[in-house]
């Protein structure tokens, strides 16, 4: 880390968001250290303009001669065919010079790794790390940088920094996911939109209603609101203090989508605060970071409301935005008399002509621009809080007391565009100018640039001055007309012998050249990589990837089919075979049962702890080993998806605790962390990976097998023809039935709307009965909460691949996992059964006939009644 430590880093950094290029130019202007953008190609912002390779080449010169450091976003999950078109923009993004990449994908990272290592990495938020294990293993993955899960509270973030010379980055400003980045399938499965892609819909914007096991709306009487996933905006302006204290070093604000009026405003105010912040001039003043002013037009450009998330505890309701999801802006005042067509209100803030208000009528919202402002009979050009104003209103009648808040405020919108317009551009570094020579001879103009200089000649030998010689108020006039430059010109030492006179022309051509050659100078010192270099190390890495492919001896399974025995034999085996090849996932130890009474030869248990059942215990999991080890099956123990710091730890004592059993567990884990705990506790202990560590490539896939996974669940995002390629490799496994788990969220909206008041201890809602939310469409979504008090939602259909058994055996698929976390014992029996029976036809190359699969549907619906759905198979989200 130190040889990228420099007298140009900032103490700590101000990173702004852009999606196109007057947002970026507004971040600069207004003071951020560095700026994150995506190009046309893998970013997580589809939606946005983004930048083509002209517009970014053009953007980091900008940014590179203000001191401003450039990010490029490759932050989504990429599928093999799209890696050609990879190895091409990584390599652009190279040479043009941006300053790091911005990765979810592991494999892509590892990739870099090996094609790449010049440039430097920064772990998205997307990889959903939240503990200093999940940054250890990205620092051995060499990631110069990580973006914490924004759940993550500053005394974890304490915790994280201490263990690792990695920056630690955090978001400060701007939308909130209720999820965890880089675990939510919710937009995937239902509008076919993904997130790891780039191309979220926003499912947590839509309404939504709590209903019981019964569908009543158990909301309807308290009413809090229908957007029940709604988060309000993150606003650590106030903290960066803490942050600092907590070994945060990048502070990001979030808002690619958003227009350049408010990159600038929220920049601005940023800036304002990280720099008192540092200062201890500033810090011994007594005075606060931001006035009244600065916070009020933090409100005013965008807010669904504020939150500090989970920086210092859990917030439950407060953190959520239940009446709206979008911009409530800032409020104005009540309405408190009617006219025909005029509404007085008593004024917040300041309204002015050309502001947009929305007022809250019982019929809705209605949002107007503000016109003509009256007090009493004259007109006034502004209304300041506290003053009784008329504006004009002809919408639907508006009440007594009805609220109206300010959504666009003209001047402060006007003050954002002028801090980045054209020819106006403030972010500019002195120059100190020496101007010297003598009459007869040619002149010589230096420049300095702190430790840059630069010195050029004038094309002539200078004149004797027959009436106006060149005096210093008129060098330093022409030679401070730097325009866009990033320079003004702070000195100017004249130092000419005689009555000089230089054509103005000569003069600015001096100025020029001696300006061009100082930011030829500035150039970023970057290794060059000559193009043969790069492809030789692209065909190095495609052929270590076939190669490891090819090393691997998966089992042949198609040779039980064609083996001389009898044919009762041969039923026996492919039988025996597919029993150990399917995956049944349960939650409970009585589940354990069922699915080996069933034939199941593989069990992967745990998991979540359910609330709403009694889950496992450490000292169950072991006895569920000893139970599959019985039945000789092999027994998985499946980790949580989410832990947080402390919760790392328990688990390592766990683990601590289970590693001298005789029943030892194969470990299924399911983020980056466990497996440096893994590792912690024994080297040598097998483990698996699960589908949340979104492997959606050969790269990936190989990754974890070379990390020595003895098996890898691939993503189940993936659709058929991905599988092809994927097949080809050992170890696999794809959820083939079962319950899809769509968001896993530190929210709860059961214990958040029915828990009770704030600060007093939950009263557990979600014991006494099941819970669902219910989209517009009435579909009804599954709530459970785990024993952390973590949501997790999952969809309203279970996945059912049943059909398809046969095309997943021929793509070379080593296993299918039934996920039946959530179900009962009798109903994980019977699908056990009814997939074995099909896994066994699949294997042994008999066709699952229209009538075989309609029998197994109509079987499996009569237990699951709430429907089936084929998930990505055929749909894919590419």
Known sequence: M???????????????????????????????????????????????????????????????????????????????????????????LYEI?????????????????????????????????????????????????????????????????????????????????VCYSGQCLMSSFIGGRSGNRGRCAQPCRMTYQLVNEERTDVLKESNPGEHLLSPRDMNLVEEINLLKESGVYSLKVEGRMKRPEYVATVIRVYRQALDYTLSEEAQQSGLEPIGEEEKQELLQIFNRDFTQAYLKEHPGAELMSYMRPNNRGARLGRVIKTYDNRVELKLET?????????????????????????????????????EHVQIAFTGSKARLGDRIFKTFDEQLMEKARLSFQEGKEQRKRPLKARLSGAVGENLTLGMRDGERQSKVQSANPAQQALKRPLTHDY????????????????????????????????????????????????????????????????????????????????????????????????????????????????????????????????????????????????????SGA??????????????????????????????????????????????????????????????????????????????WLRQGAKGVTLSPELEHQQLDLLGQWPGTEILAFGDLEMMVSEYCPVGATLGGKKGKQCGAPCVREPHYLRDRLKYDFPIETDLDCRMHLFN???????????????????????????????????????????????????????????????????????????????????
């Not at 083509?52 to 932050?75: F, G, I, P, W």
């Not at 509270?153 to 010379?165: C, D, L, N, R």
């Not at 229209?850 to 619906?861: C, G, I, K, M, R």
């Open 796 to 878: 309203a259909k279970r996945l059912n691949l049943y059909k398809e058994l046969g095309d997943i055996a021929q793509k070379g698929i080593e296993n299918i996992r039934l996920q039946l976390n959530r179900a009962t014992p009798e109903q994980i029996r019977d699908t056990v059964r009814v997939f074995l029976e099909g896994w066994d036809k699949a294997l042994s190359g008999t066709k699952i006939t229209e009538q075989d699969a309609e029998e197994a549907s109509s079987y499996l619906e009569a237990r699951f009644p709430e429907g089936f759905t084929k998930g990505h198979y055929f749909r894919g989200i590419l």
């Open 350 to 386: 300041v309204l002015r002509p050309g502001d947009g208000i929305e007022i809250w009528t019982n019929r809705g919202r209605e949002g107007i621009s503000v016109g003509t402002i009256w007090q009493g009979k004259k007109e006034i050009s502004e209304g300041k809080p506290g």
């Open 2 to 92: 130190a040889d990228r430590i420099n007298s140009n880093r900032p103490a700590m950094e101000l990173l702004a968001p852009a999606g196109t290029f007057e947002a970026f130019k507004a971040a600069v202007e207004n003071g951020a250290d560095a700026i994150y953008l995506g190009g046309k190609s893998f970013s997580a912002r589809a939606s946005a303009a983004n930048f083509d390779t002209e517009e970014l080449r053009h953007a980091v010169q900008y940014a590179h001669e203000r001191n401003v450091k450039v990010y490029t976003t490759v932050n989504i999950l990429i599928a093999d065919q799209e890696f050609p078109e990879l190895f091409e923009y990584l390599f652009s």
């Open 626 to 703: 000893e139970l599959c080890q019985k039945y000789e099956a092999q027994a998985l123990w499946r980790l949580p998806r989410i832990l947080n710091e402390e919760q790392s730890v328990k688990l390592q004592k766990a683990l601590l605790k289970l590693r001298e059993s005789k029943h030892r567990p194969r470990i299924l884990l399911s983020n980056f962390g466990e497996l440096e705990l893994l590792k912690e506790v024994d080297p040598e202990w097998e483990f698996e990976t699960d589908f949340s560590l979104n492997v959606f490539n050969q790269a990936s896939l190989a990754y």
């Open 475 to 622: 060098a330093f006039q022409q030679l401070n007309r730097l325009g866009t430059t990033p320079f003004y010109l702070e000195e100017l030492v004249l130092d000419l012998q005689g009555e000089v006179m230089l054509p103005v022309s000569e003069l600015n051509e001096m100025r020029r050249a001696a300006v061009e050659e100082l930011l030829k100078d500035e150039a970023p010192v970057r290794q060059p990589i000559l193009s043969d270099v790069y492809h030789q190390r692209v065909r190095d890495w495609k052929r270590k990837l076939i190669e490891e492919c090819e090393d691997y001896k998966p089992m042949n399974f198609s040779k039980v089919k064609g083996q001389k025995v009898s044919h009762h034999r041969q039923k026996r085996e492919i039988q025996s075979l597919a029993a150990y090849r399917l995956t049944a996932a349960v939650s409970d130890l009585e589940s354990v049962r069922a699915a080996l009474q069933a034939g199941a030869k593989r069990v992967a248990m745990g998991g979540e702890r359910w609330r709403s059942r009694r889950g496992m215990t450490i000292e169950e999991i072991e």
């Open 97 to 177: 010079g941006v300053d790091a990449l911005i990765l979810q994908d592991v494999g892509v990272a590892e990739l870099i790794q090996s094609i790449l290592p010049e440039i430097e990495r920064h772990a998205s938020t997307q990889m959903t790390v939240n503990t200093s294990w999940g940054a250890q293993h990205l620092e051995g993955l060499g990631f110069q940088r990580v973006v914490l899960a924004r759940e993550t509270s500053a005394e974890e973030m304490t915790s994280i920094a201490q263990s690792t010379p990695m920056d630690i980055e955090v978001f400060v400003h701007g939308a909130l996911c």
